[in-house]
Nanobody, 116 residues
C-alpha cells in the first residue's frame, strides 16, 4: 500500500512558478505510474500530467504543454511537477495519483492559487 503526500502549493502571481512534490511511503513506489490531477472550484477533476514507473515516458494535457514538467526520483520516492508561466486558469487543488492495473492511490491534495 502507498501513502501519498503532496506539498508545494501556494499563492503565486500570473507568470510565476511553483514546484509541487508528491512524496510516497512504501517500498513499491518504483512500480507505479504517477499522475497529477487538478480540480478547480465547480469543475470536474482533470488530468494534468503523468509519468511512467521508470520516468522514461511522460504525458501532458494540451493546456500545460511547454509550461509544466513532470519528473520523478525513485530513490527519494518522490514525483515533482514544475509549473512555470502560471495562469489564473491553473488555479485548483492538485492531487497526485499512483496507479497500476490493480491498485490506485490518491493524496490529499495541495492548493494552487494563481492571482494578482
Amino acid at each position: 500500500q502507498l501513502q501519498l503526500v503532496e506539498s508545494g502549493g501556494g499563492l503565486v502571481q500570473p507568470g510565476g512558478s511553483l514546484r509541487l512534490s508528491c512524496a510516497a511511503s512504501g517500498y513499491t513506489f518504483q512500480y507505479y505510474a504517477i499522475g497529477w490531477f487538478r480540480q478547480a472550484p465547480g469543475k470536474e477533476r482533470e488530468g494534468v500530467s503523468c509519468i511512467s514507473p521508470s520516468g522514461g515516458n511522460t504525458n501532458y494535457t494540451d493546456s500545460v504543454k511547454g509550461r509544466f514538467t513532470i519528473s520523478r526520483d525513485n530513490v527519494k520516492n518522490t514525483v515533482y511537477l514544475q509549473m512555470n508561466s502560471l495562469r489564473p486558469e491553473d488555479t485548483g487543488v492538485y492531487y497526485c495519483n499512483a496507479f497500476t492495473l490493480l491498485n490506485n492511490y490518491w493524496g490529499q491534495g495541495t492548493q494552487v492559487t494563481v492571482s494578482s
